[in-house]
């Protein structure tokens, strides 16, 4: 019904901090819980009239719930609408690294930006840097900093791009290049600093977390998923706000619509109509029916 730290490493405890303090958070992969069924393995005839054992899901009902519980909260001060101290952290989701882009509240909504990351630096203004990602090169520069806005502007490879501000990300070459943070040098004794990632996928959650629903709140990639829903829970502290937990979950849609039947030796992310929906490094498998021998 649940899996963890103990039966899987991609789900493992780590620490997180923030200058409100620190918390250990915890990781969980449900098949069963509120309203949760997941799905099972069936001797049947598929869309395609083929009879055969399969790992089936129905259609529009919950495939998981993924959770990451804050034990001690994940707390920042509000400023300007934005959980300040959130933002440029890194958290472990299901074996992947995100980096918290952008952390906003607004009213009972809280929208957190995550940006899995290749690599992530920090460049001076007036700088040049090189990175190799997946065999192709990337010629990063920041060309100017507007200390006013708060915005950067830079340069990759030959393309200018517009100005941008933290949280922001551009798509370069089939890959997501996002600006985490910026660093403006206030005593005018140094350049200005902006610290960047360059990753493949870039996740927007966003959530009442007042209430106790989910929500169709779910973006990869600039895209709406609309399979996946997200329960953020938060609450109001002083001047900050905790985040507790975040929830995840993606409904069955296969790549015709309707049930998704997996056969043995494939796995889900075949027969999603987006794979995008399977967030961090994991998929689930169906290696077929086995038989015990006896003695």
């Known amino acids: 019904e649940v899996l963890t730290s103990r039966d899987l490493d991609a789900l493992a405890d780590s620490f997180i901090s923030t200058s409100e303090g620190a918390t250990r958070y915890s990781q969980f992969l449900r098949f069963k819980a509120d309203s949760l069924t997941s799905g099972k393995v069936v001797y049947a005839e598929n869309e395609n009239d083929e009879v055969d054992d399969y790992l089936y899901f129905k259609a529009n009902t919950d495939i998981f719930e993924y959770e990451v519980q804050f034990e001690q909260g994940f707390v920042s001060e509000v400023n300007n609408n934005h959980l300040e101290d959130l933002e440029g952290k890194n958290l472990e989701i299901f074996g992947r690294k995100y980096t918290v882009i952008a952390a906003t509240k607004s009213g009972d909504t809280v929208e957190l930006r995550l940006l899995s990351g290749s690599l ?20 990063i520069e920041l060309l100017a900093f507007d200390d006013q806005q708060q915005r950067a ?14 949280g922001d990300t551009a798509l370069v070459d089939e890959i997501l290049f996002g600006l985490s943070e910026t660093f403006r040098n206030e005593a005018g004794d140094g350049p200005d600093l902006a610290r960047f990632s360059l990753g493949a996928e870039y996740i927007i959650l966003s959530d009442n977390a007042a209430d106790n629903t989910f929500s169709q709140g779910v973006k990869i990639n600039g895209r709406s998923i609309s399979p996946a829903t997200v329960k953020i829970k938060g609450q109001s502290i002083g001047g900050s706000y905790k985040i507790s937990s975040i929830k995840y979950r993606l409904k069955a849609d296969a790549v015709r619509g309707g049930d998704i039947y997996v056969p043995a030796g494939h796995s889900l992310r075949e027969y999603l109509d987006n794979e995008l929906g399977i967030i961090g490094d994991w998929d689930i498998v169906y290696k077929g029916l086995g038989r015990k021998s006896k003695g």
Do not use: P, Q, W
């Not at 992530?120 to 010629?139: F, H, L, P, Q």
């Open 153 to 166: 502007r830079f340069k990759i490879n030959d393309r200018e791009f517009d100005t941008m501000k933290k």
């Open 120 to 139: 992530t630096d920090t460049i001076e203004e007036g700088e040049s840097k090189t990175y190799t990602v997946n065999g192709k090169a990337y010629r």
